[in-house]
């Protein structure tokens, strides 16, 4: 039985070894049982510094109040994403988001775990973007330069629906109200955000662009509203994103990442303009025109409680949806001469067209990626083509899959067959991209597991 538990203990150890996350165990008293490296590299220590000390001795700066290891063997409750700002015995800053979990046994607690994520590295470049970003507009400033790559006119299409919201976007471009954007991936929304900015008052000011998906919650609340000095551990003065935009846009792309509680602290400028570090009780007044935009439908962030509707409706003074390409399919041949054009410069190319059953392709495929994949597939093709013109032969190996598939569709109509080829198709590249493991490509086919194994068992009957 003792050699059952110490194998246990052995095959347990060795996974949590393999995870890519900090895993810190502790007992009843507060002695860790458990340190992964990953931990060790977030906390900057060893993990022999570490393994078999109290967690107080090993992080001194810790006390049995901020430290969540502690608190929630004293409490039994869980702290989820919680950060947590400390210095190591070798007196370096550390920065982690923390799950922290009760272990209990038989009802009894008997330890706790903690998962963290070291983010200070991307505070530390997230804070460099900021004080970059600052450089640039003081520069900008200085030589009165407008510093976006974009105009409304970059936008190319030939589609009346498109050209239309076009000139509107022209005409409210001299307002100051706050506009929200909604188109799918790729469709070309920070292009036209950038144009709107291009065409107002504010051309001549500083546009700024978040991901709001690209940074974790309490920091992303740092880099928009800035930190006052003795805000948290080594926080100095630090203007915000809205700071850094005063008297320009501030363009925010995937608000409904945003988490909800910021939300409602991005609702309150826009309602009186003013802004307020953390940390700080003072006020500031910012000139700032708001521009967001998402890749999901707002109804459906909405319905999915992703997006605050007050905070919709604020920002709903304008809106505008980027239709998709495949219903402007008139944009296809122009776009696709466009990025020819383009990159016969770029490529030192003179690639003069693409042949026409390539041609006939691009008008059928369902293009879900939009004029990104579009440009992407033609870059790919240029630089592969040794003839004058763009060829079947030059697709990419995906898109050669699928027009072979278009073809045996076209010539075989059996529907049972057909279906049989294209569910084979699918599986086999779920399987692919999940690297074999059944789960995740079960997720991809949103299909059940068992239900995918009876059709891998089937296929290769």
């Known amino acids: 039985m003792v050699q059952l538990n110490a194998l246990t203990q052995e095959v347990l150890s060795a996974i949590l070894k393999t995870i890519d996350e900090g895993i810190h165990v502790v007992n009843t008293e507060g002695k860790t049982i458990f340190y992964n490296e990953v931990a060790a590299r977030h906390d900057g220590m060893d993990v022999k510094e570490v393994q078999g000390k109290h967690v107080l001795n090993a992080f001194p700066s810790l006390t049995e109040n901020s430290s969540t290891l502690l608190r929630v063997i004293k409490t039994g409750k869980p702290i989820y994403n919680q950060t947590q700002v400390y210095v190591n015995m070798h007196g370096k800053q550390i920065d982690t988001i923390n799950t922290t979990l009760p272990i209990f046994l038989d009802k009894e607690i008997i330890g706790a775990v903690e998962i963290a994520k070291d983010y200070s590295r991307m505070k530390q470049l997230a804070e ?21 790559n974009y105009t409304l006119h970059d936008l190319k299409s030939v589609n009346p629906a498109f050209m239309s919201m076009k000139d509107e976007a022209g005409r409210l471009a001299k307002s100051d109200s706050p506009i929200l954007v909604y188109g799918e991936s790729g469709t070309g929304k920070e292009l036209f955000v950038q144009g709107i900015h291009h065409a107002s008052y504010r051309g001549d000011g500083p546009f700024i662009a978040q991901n709001c998906a690209a940074i974790p919650e309490t920091l992303l609340e740092s880099i928009l509203f800035g930190t006052a000095k003795g805000s948290y551990t080594g926080a100095v003065e630090r203007k915000g994103l809205f700071e850094l935009a005063d008297g320009g846009t501030l363009f925010l792309d995937e608000l409904h990442t945003m988490p909800i509680e910021l939300q409602a602290k991005l609702l309150r400028v826009l309602e009186d303009g003013m802004v307020r570090r953390i940390g700080s009780s003072q006020n500031i007044s910012v000139d700032v025109r708001v521009i967001a935009a998402m890749n999901v439908n707002p109804n459906t962030a909405l319905q999915n409680q992703k997006l605050r509707s007050d905070l919709y409706y604020r920002l709903n003074v304008f809106t505008f949806s980027l239709l998709p390409l495949r219903e402007r399919k008139e944009d296809i041949q122009l776009l696709t001469n466009y990025f020819i054009l383009f990159f016969n410069k770029k490529l030192n190319k003179a690639i003069k067209g693409i042949e026409r059953e390539l041609e006939s392709f691009f008008m059928n495929h369902p293009w879900s990626g939009n004029v990104r994949e579009l440009k992407h597939t033609i870059e790919y093709m240029m630089n592969v083509c040794d003839e004058e013109v763009l060829q079947m032969k030059d697709l990419p190996i995906m898109m050669k899959q699928q027009a072979v598939m278009n073809e045996k569709v076209e010539k ?50």
């Open 128 to 148: 460099s973007l900021l004080d970059l970003q600052k450089n640039v507009n003081k520069t900008n400033k200085k030589k009165t330069l407008k510093n976006v």
């Open 412 to 461: 075989n109509l059996s529907l049972r067959q057909n279906v049989e080829e294209l569910e084979k198709h699918l599986i086999d590249k779920a399987l692919d991209l999940s690297a074999g493991n059944i789960n995740q490509a079960a997720k991809l086919l949103e299909i059940p597991r068992q239900t995918l194994q009876y059709k891998i068992k089937k296929l290769r009957e």
